[in-house]
């Protein structure tokens, strides 16, 4: 192999991802089971075919339209209100929090979360050349107010990552828990930012928002008392739109103003405004689905109990069950009967995602199988 000069943290690393395996029931990635209507994909048509006719020419780079859609989704959504300047977007929501390390991290800055949680988060501290510690949540993946302000008060990150609904626990957090962490937050001394000291930048990640039980409020709604917040979203999960890799992040205007200035010209391209665009035009169908998959979680996560097996509260559309002393025999006993779910989070857990009916039923088939196999 040809030797190249690679950055010295990157030896040895393997790209990020989950198994793509071709099988009857994939439940490993936490997508939207439900392909998009004939409705929405004839919005779709039309709308992606009115912008192809502009395709010679850039599309905007600041893009008033989508932003504008999206406030206007938050509000119906969340029920805060918010103008298009406070909405930002990209290729994901991995673009999105890439543009808050790049703007806030850096050498000599940290960024920190609370384990278990996303897996990506450390990859964009490395890639942004910003130092990464991380404190732990409690044995049921709670978040303990008082341990996370000590280890912010110990650590001063410039940045805390809040998943919430947590990855891969499902775990969502208190909004007195959030407002503990912005106060102690807003007394980190960041090095070489400005005078007065300005604080920590803090973003609550709430990539699967919209399946959080009834009466779970966003944190969009401290967005109006704390400058530093920021709250992510994407709509690759509510909206069936894992395919279309659109993230967004909502945040005071001088927060996100400052992400336009490391995005890359012309980010989102022009098909992608329109493809979002047309999809929620269609978000009252879309939510819709939302509700149906909430109900299957609940159905899942009762029935695993019922079979002896601890499961995480989950406000997410997946659920984190164990523990197995050889969680791997489990996935690969479950793979081998066409299932395929997700090795990922504490020693002995497994992740599964939120399916159809059909879906659930055959994975509720296989973990009877496997479990009864491995208990003779």
Do not use: C
């Not at 977007?89 to 390390?101: D, K, P, Y």
């Not at 400005?194 to 920590?200: F, I, L, R, S, T």
Request: proline residues 7%.
């Amino acid at each position: 192999m040809t030797n190249l000069p690679l950055r010295p943290e990157l030896a040895n690393e393997q790209p990020y991802g989950a198994p793509q395996l071709e099988v009857p029931v994939a439940l490993n990635v936490n997508e939207n089971p439900y392909a998009p209507s004939t409705a929405v994909i004839d919005t779709l048509r039309q709308d992606v075919a009115a912008a192809a006719a502009g395709l010679h020419r850039y599309p905007d780079r600041d893009f008033p339209a989508l932003r504008q859609a999206l406030a206007d989704y938050l509000a119906r959504e969340s029920g805060v209100g918010l103008p298009k300047e406070q909405l930002w977007a990209a290729n994901g929501s991995n673009e999105v929090l890439t543009h808050v390390l790049q703007a806030f991290g850096g050498p000599g800055r940290k960024a920190a979360t609370f384990a278990p949680s996303y897996s990506m988060y450390s990859e964009y501290a490395r890639n942004t050349h910003t130092a990464w510690v991380e404190g732990e949540r409690e044995a049921d993946f709670t978040l303990d107010p008082a341990r996370a302000v000590a280890f912010i008060e110990e650590h001063q990150p410039a940045v805390i990552l809040l998943a919430s609904p947590n990855n891969p626990t499902g775990t969502a957090l208190p909004l007195g828990t959030v407002e503990a962490i912005l106060d102690a937050a807003a007394q980190v001394v960041v090095p070489d930012a400005p005078e007065p000291n300005v604080g920590a930048i803090v973003v609550v990640d709430e990539a699967y928002a919209e399946f959080r039980s009834a009466g779970t409020p966003s944190a969009l709604n401290l967005l109006a008392r704390h400058p530093n917040l920021a709250v992510s979203r994407t709509m690759s999960k509510a909206f069936a739109a894992a395919g279309l890799r659109l993230g967004y992040l909502a945040a005071s205007q001088p927060l996100v103003d400052a992400l336009r200035v490391v995005r890359l010209p012309y980010h989102l391209s022009a098909v992608t405004q329109a493809a979002a665009l047309a999809a929620l035009k269609h978000s009252d169908e879309l939510l819709a689905q939302v509700d149906t998959l909430r109900r299957e979680r609940d159905g899942l996560v009762a029935w695993l109990r019922g079979q002896g097996l601890q499961v995480a509260d989950t406000d997410a559309n997946f659920a984190l069950f164990g523990p197995f002393a050889d969680r791997g025999a489990v996935w690969q006993g479950l793979l081998d009967r066409g299932v395929l779910i997700r090795e990922v989070g504490p020693p002995g857990w497994l992740r599964v995602s939120v399916g159809t009916s059909w879906e659930t039923k055959a994975f509720k088939q296989a973990l009877i199988e496997v479990m009864e196999a491995r208990s003779k």
